[in-house]
DNA sequence: CTATATACGACTAAAAATCTCGTATATAAC
DNA sequence: GTTATATACGAGATTTTTAGTCGTATATAG
């Protein structure tokens, strides 16, 4: 079916949200503000944090807020952190699959995985937001 | 986890194939050649029949042809009939999702999955063979 | 007529995504 | 130092999607 998880869909709005704000918000106000199952963002933002893209503050008053500017924040990592794994084709992880010994398209199909990939390790958050877009092809 | 389904993967493993050795074969010899349960790569088959990328031939000696040249065989309408929908994130279909009201990504979303359904329309089967990529972006 | 092939819908099984629960830890406010 | 509010994190349940199976019908070469 080819679509991103609701865990990026739910990030991403989230991202979105303290980019416009510049604010630092809790995952109780997020959840309920975009009407997200509060311990499923809970663990999305936790995600962010670990990997250095939000900043948490614990205790009463805290929550998120974002740790480096959006120019700076690359849709990609975000990708790579929320999706585990991008891989495009099932092969690309789990190299033994029943067609192995006769495949004949895993290169053709890392091929597109990179030039996709490569893609969104162009776009910055701020990019996103823009909806501005590099180049993709061209390998 | 962005990655296409196992029906596109058997279809694009058969249809290289085809390429190669510009040859008939039955369902069964290819599932048995690849190791592809017989009864999911008919079904697969029979779609790209009903599409016009195969042509089919009943009975004994039967089996499947291509019905036009690798060049003339798109990549984006492959992933269209086989990856039902292609879609990217999952707003773009079902329009009435829980944050629909106060969402602030769907516009981005859907420029991003142009740019890639885009990309994947540019190239043709050959091309995948080729592991060419023209370039497009700069939308 | 028979063997071999495609056509196609319904069904089951397996895998993955989504959501929930329980418990631990940190800290601001009092 | 107690309490209320917040993050941290792993385990488990549920739902959805994908992958695979089964049964039956139809076409056709020999």
Redesign the pocket.
Same mark, same amino acid.
């Given at each position: 079916?080819? #679509?991103?998880? #609701?865990?990026?869909? %739910?990030a991403l709005i989230c991202l979105v949200k303290f980019v416009q704000d510049n604010n630092k %918000? @809790?995952?109780?106000?997020?959840a309920e503000y975009f009407n997200? &199952?509060? !311990?499923?963002l809970?663990?999305i933002?936790?995600?962010l @944090? $670990?990997n250095g893209i939000?900043r @948490?503050?614990?205790? &009463? $008053?805290?929550? %998120?807020m974002f740790e480096k500017p959006a120019h700076s924040i690359n849709l990609g990592r975000l990708l790579q952190i929320l !999706?585990?794994p991008v891989e495009t084709v099932?092969c690309l992880t789990?190299r033994n699959c029943?067609q192995s010994k006769k495949c004949n398209i895993r290169q053709n199909m890392e091929h597109i995985h990179h030039v996709v990939n490569d893609y969104f390790f162009s776009l910055t958050l701020e990019d996103f937001i823009a909806r501005k877009s590099a180049a993709i092809g061209d390998r």
């Amino acid at each position: 079916m080819i #679509k991103v998880s #609701k865990e990026t869909e %739910y990030a991403l709005i989230c991202l979105v949200k303290f980019v416009q704000d510049n604010n630092k %918000y @809790s995952a109780r106000e997020l959840a309920e503000y975009f009407n997200i &199952p509060f !311990e499923l963002l809970a663990k999305i933002l936790q995600k962010l @944090s $670990q990997n250095g893209i939000l900043r @948490s503050i614990h205790g &009463p $008053q805290g929550g %998120y807020m974002f740790e480096k500017p959006a120019h700076s924040i690359n849709l990609g990592r975000l990708l790579q952190i929320l !999706e585990n794994p991008v891989e495009t084709v099932s092969c690309l992880t789990h190299r033994n699959c029943r067609q192995s010994k006769k495949c004949n398209i895993r290169q053709n199909m890392e091929h597109i995985h990179h030039v996709v990939n490569d893609y969104f390790f162009s776009l910055t958050l701020e990019d996103f937001i823009a909806r501005k877009s590099a180049a993709i092809g061209d390998r």
